[in-house]
């Protein structure tokens, strides 16, 4: 099941705050498709959010690991956004710091996470089930 973003704008969205990282990739998405949402509520809590999509006040467009718990538990049910809704997320060190095998431990687990997200669907939408 997927949506598109003239579709998903017709209906009541609980999305983060303006100006929050993920709300500016939301809100460019919108954009993209020549829409925007109608008065969305706005929260800064993912877990608010959550609690307020399973009490069917609304949609919202998140993370797919945010709430990949709740759509195994069957509160939630996801949609995949058409098109893709995709950010990157980049890795910023210190070229003076010297290499230590927890850091290459941490950039390693980094580098399995993005080669695990390249198989999976990146962007859906949480709604009641």
Do not use: C
Not at 33 to 43: F, I, K, Q
Not at 79 to 96: E, F, N, S, Y
Not at 101 to 128: C, I, K, W, Y
């Amino acid at each position: 099941m997927s949506v598109d973003a003239p579709t998903l704008a017709a209906y009541p969205l609980i999305l983060f705050e303006a100006g929050a990282t993920l709300r500016r990739v939301i809100d460019g998405w919108f954009h993209r498709a020549g829409v925007a949402p109608r008065s969305p509520m706005e929260l800064g809590n993912t877990e608010a959010i959550k609690k307020l999509v399973e009490a069917g006040l609304g949609l919202s467009v998140t993370s797919w690991f945010s709430v990949v718990q709740e759509v195994r538990d069957r509160t939630l049910t996801a949609m995949r956004l058409v098109p893709p809704l995709q950010r990157q997320i980049g890795l910023v060190r210190r070229r003076d710091k010297p290499h230590t095998p927890a850091l290459d431990a941490f950039v390693a687990a980094l580098e399995d996470l993005r080669r695990a997200l390249e198989t999976r669907r990146p962007s859906r939408m949480g709604g009641r089930s």
